[in-house]
């Protein structure tokens, strides 16, 4: 006899009511009894994928030598840096996969500035605080540090790369106005880097200019602090890649471990900097091999003909236990319907980036939620033909249906998980999609039928008489 009945149905209640508030709602809001400031404030609206919303598709690769092996955890750390670029561009959903050892697929639905994400995504932002000495570099140009190299490569690439003094102009060589210009070949020593920096952000300046202010970790500060103090009056050039960006004068020390860069910005070049600086150099160069533009009207027509094919096969399979299995038939199609609203709530909540793959995966799982109770509801129909009581039938078919269930849904989680990881592997984000929507239906179905429906026959036929309504099972 199934015991807590009246428990599981208040837990169900609770469960559909919640359910319903997360399905209708775009954002999520609950407020403590002790402070008006909400304890969970999130967005719950759902989260669709680039073939559905539209957006940039882009392939991204490293931008080394073929010979030159990748480290798989510079490919991780580049992609984990890559994201937070995106996110601090205010680009949502973003989806960023490492394909192979060398290329990451990278997408972004609903970009709207696909050139401003592509540009921020290939450089590789490597601030150094530079020493100038005495003589102050122009800022555009392109000079050469010590950063990175040992003390003899950097003195291999001073002596091979300083002017011959004996050389002689070409007096009818014109000056290229649109050349970056190059600082003569003077390799510079690199105070520090932006792995020292703490934190980084836009702002304005006293006279009205932006500006990128920015905090050192402990170690930076002390660093930072000990070269002032002993640099005063000399010049101290912020270098990103290689070029300069400001050469300020170091006019007293700087032991607070808090300071401002400072150059030609706008708003949104400086935005762009800080969120370049706060995310981190990128381990390795990355290039972009291939990117598009996906519009979103063909995903707007595959939403609508995936909401209609759900709806039908919902419509279907309900009329298929109902006509099949009459009074349990009829249960079932209820634990169907509260089994749909508490999947849109997992794919809401978790978040689960929607695909035209993983609304196909849902659409599946619906069929695939009826397994159960189509195994449940055959032993029902033969415990009650050897004359069972009604009680003990619905107990011994779930008992004696429970291995084939077991073993059928645990296969369909293995083959769901085998795809996550080829999915995941190989940058098919379609494929994980599917994955993920899948696997997230079998558990709910098994919820819903081994919990739900079972509660709510006992509910219903406990005090049911089964000998004067034969047909109501479809005997």
């Not at 919303?53 to 991780?76: C, F, I, N, S």
């Not at 609903?110 to 601030?127: C, M």
């Not at 000056?175 to 390799?187: C, F, G, L």
């Not at 195994?375 to 415990?383: A, H, Q, T, V």
């Amino acid at each position: 006899m199934y015991r807590n009945k009246t428990l599981w149905l208040v837990i169900i209640a609770l469960l559909v009511v919640f359910s319903l508030w997360v399905d209708l709602s775009k954002t999520m809001v609950i407020y403590s009894p002790f402070s008006d400031s909400p304890i969970v404030n999130r967005n719950v609206d759902l989260q669709l994928g680039l073939d559905l919303r539209g957006g940039l598709q882009t392939l991204l690769e490293a931008d080394v030598p073929a010979d030159r092996v990748v480290k798989a955890e510079d490919m991780a750390n580049a992609k984990n840096i890559l994201e937070n670029r995106a996110n601090g561009l205010g680009v949502s959903e973003v989806v960023m996969q490492v394909a192979g050892d060398r290329r990451i697929v990278a997408e972004f639905p609903g970009v709207t500035n696909p050139e401003e994400v592509v540009a921020s995504l290939k450089q590789t932002a490597l601030l150094e605080f530079v020493d100038m000495g005495s003589t102050p570099v122009a800022e555009g140009t392109i000079i050469q540090t010590d950063f990175g190299e040992s003390q003899t490569d950097a003195a291999a690439t001073a002596a091979t790369s300083t002017p011959d003094a004996n050389a002689t102009p070409d007096a009818n060589a014109t000056p290229d106005a649109n050349a970056t210009e190059t600082a003569p070949a003077i390799v510079y020593h690199t105070v520090m880097t932006g792995a020292d920096l703490s934190t980084a952000s836009a702002g304005q300046s006293s006279t009205g200019g932006y500006v990128i202010n920015f905090t050192l970790t402990s170690n930076g500060s002390k660093l930072f602090g000990d070269y002032t103090s002993q640099n005063v009056g000399k010049y101290l050039a912020i270098v990103l890649d290689k070029q300069v960006i400001s050469t300020p004068v170091i006019n007293q020390p700087i032991t607070s471990g808090q300071g401002q860069i400072s150059g030609n910005f706008t708003i949104d070049t400086a935005n762009a900097l800080a969120i370049q600086l706060r995310s981190g150099a990128l381990p390795i160069p990355i290039k972009v091999v291939e990117s598009r533009t996906v519009g979103p009207t063909l995903g707007e027509e595959s939403i609508r003909k995936s909401t209609q094919a759900g709806l039908i096969g919902l419509v279907v399979v309900i009329l298929f236990m109902v006509l099949n299995y009459r009074m349990p038939g009829g249960i079932a199609a209820l634990a169907l319907v509260i089994y749909t609203l508490l999947s849109l709530m997992l794919f809401k909540l978790v978040p689960v980036v929607l695909t035209l793959p993983g609304i196909a995966g849902f659409i599946l799982s619906i069929g695939m939620a009826v397994d159960a109770n189509v195994l449940i509801f055959e032993r029902l129909k033969e415990e009650l033909r050897s004359g069972r009581t009604l009680r003990q039938a619905i107990d011994l078919a779930w008992s004696r249906a429970w291995p084939s269930i077991r073993d059928s849904n645990s296969s369909t989680l293995i083959t769901c998980l085998i795809l996550f990881v080829f999915g995941n592997t190989f940058g098919a984000s379609m494929v994980k999609g599917f994955s993920v929507t899948l696997a997230l239906g079998v558990v709910v179905s098994l919820f819903t039928a081994i919990i739900v429906t079972r509660t709510f026959l006992h509910t219903v036929l406990d005090n049911l008489k089964f000998g004067e309504h034969h047909s109501w099972f479809g005997l």
